[in-house]
Nanobody
Framework: QVRLVESGGGLVQTGESLRLSCAVSGSTATIDVIEWHRQAPGKQRELVAGFLNGGSPTYGDSVKGRFSISSDSAKKTVYLQMNSLKPEDTAIYYC??????????WGQGTQVTVSS
């Protein structure tokens, strides 16, 4: 079992920054992929950024150059640094993990609202 707990969301203005955190606990050694996804009202959930175990980070086209994913293995935390935020970044942001045995886990989500 893997548990994911997101934090760091909030209300910001256009152009500002936020850093989201995803605290990972449980069977962390079984994780193959860890990602951030988001879902805006009326839209499908989309990939924002992610790590394939041992690989380079990947990003969704809409956030390239503005968002950065990182991790702190000692703290078992994955971060999403979001810069130059836009109103269209408004969404619930979810942490997602997939294990080597293809089990999938989601956090409860954290709301990010960007005002214009």
């Amino acid at each position: 079992q893997v548990r994911l707990v997101e934090s760091g969301g909030g209300l910001v203005q256009t152009g500002e920054s936020l850093r989201l955190s995803c605290a990972v606990s449980g069977s962390t050694a079984t994780i193959d992929v860890i990602e951030w996804h988001r879902q805006a009202p009326g839209k499908q959930r989309e990939l924002v950024a992610g790590f394939l175990n041992g690989g380079s980070p990947t990003y969704g086209d809409s956030v390239k150059g503005r968002f950065s994913i990182s991790s702190d293995s000692a703290k078992k935390t994955v971060y999403l640094q979001m810069n130059s935020l836009k109103p269209e970044d408004t969404a619930i942001y979810y942490c997602h993990a997939r294990t080597f045995s293809q089990n999938v886990y989601w956090g409860q989500g954290t709301q990010v609202t960007v005002s214009s």
